[in-house]
T-cell receptor, first 113, second 114 residues
Framework: KNQVEQSPQSLIILEGKNCTLQCNYTVSPFSNLRWYKQDTGRGPVSLTI?????NTKSNGRYTATLDADTKQSSLHITASQLSDSASYICVVSVNQAGTALIFGKGTTLSVSS | EAQVTQNPRYLITVTGKKLTVTCSQNMNHEYMSWYRQDPGLGLRQIYYSMNVEVTDKGDVPEGYKVSRKEKRNFPLILESPSPNQTSLYFCASRGVRTYNSPLHFGNGTRLTVT
């Protein structure tokens, strides 16, 4: 069964600290993996996409990694800010058309001052 | 501004009273879809549409209907709402001509069925 599991379920960190969110998937076939950020009361917004051949990709203070062999991805947030408080959702696409998406349940990050 | 617009943002209704949640996108996207988001369950797909007059069931279609008469609009219809349909609903769209394009989500509709 295709599944995407994220850990931890929730996380609290101090402003300025770094953190890493994990995403493990058992999805086949695999097309790509995307991280979304969902602010409270808003729809998810794409942060970055990882394809099979990519190991690391950065988007500002966000760095995503992908290990296709172990079927794991991580999202590292550097020098966290209060605005990073959100839910982070890992989504794996089974096909290139993007019509078959497997969603993780998300990690809720709270950054406190 | 490129966006997906859902209306209403909040809706409280009673069991059995038909309702429609509208969704409109201004990006000329072919693909549109509806999701519900519940605590502990994450986002689950209800229905999706690859283009005008083409719709298909997602993972949790029971109790919902959709239509795609125009490219920009994709309304979600609850013919006879029940309390278990109380949830946060999101509409999303994406272009299919650009490889690996992301989903663009609306800001959600919080539905309460009493």
């Amino acid at each position: 069964k295709n599944q995407v599991e994220q850990s931890p379920q929730s996380l609290i960190i101090l402003e300025g600290k770094n953190c890493t969110l994990q995403c493990n998937y058992t999805v086949s076939p695999f097309s790509n993996l995307r991280w979304y950020k969902q602010d409270t009361g808003r729809g998810p917004v794409s942060l970055t996409i990882m394809t099979f051949s990519e190991n690391t990709k950065s988007n500002g203070r966000y760095t995503a990694t992908l290990d296709a062999d172990t079927k794991q991805s991580s999202l590292h947030i550097t020098a966290s800010q209060l605005s990073d408080s959100a839910s982070y959702i890992c989504v794996v696409s089974v096909n290139q058309a993007g019509t078959a998406l497997i969603f993780g349940k998300g990690t809720t990050l709270s950054v406190s001052s | 501004e490129a966006q997906v617009t859902q209306n209403p943002r909040y809706l409280i209704t009673v069991t059995g009273k038909k309702l429609t949640v509208t969704c409109s996108q201004n990006m000329n996207h072919e693909y549109m879809s509806w999701y519900r988001q519940d605590p502990g369950l994450g986002l689950r797909q209800i229905y999706y549409s690859m283009n005008v007059e083409v719709t298909d069931k997602g993972d949790v279609p029971e109790g919902y209907k959709v239509s795609r008469k125009e490219k920009r609009n994709f309304p979600l219809i609850l013919e006879s709402p029940s309390p278990n349909q109380t949830s946060l609903y999101f509409c999303a769209s994406r272009g299919v001509r650009t490889y690996n394009s992301p989903l663009h989500f609306g800001n959600g509709t919080r539905l309460t069925v009493t």
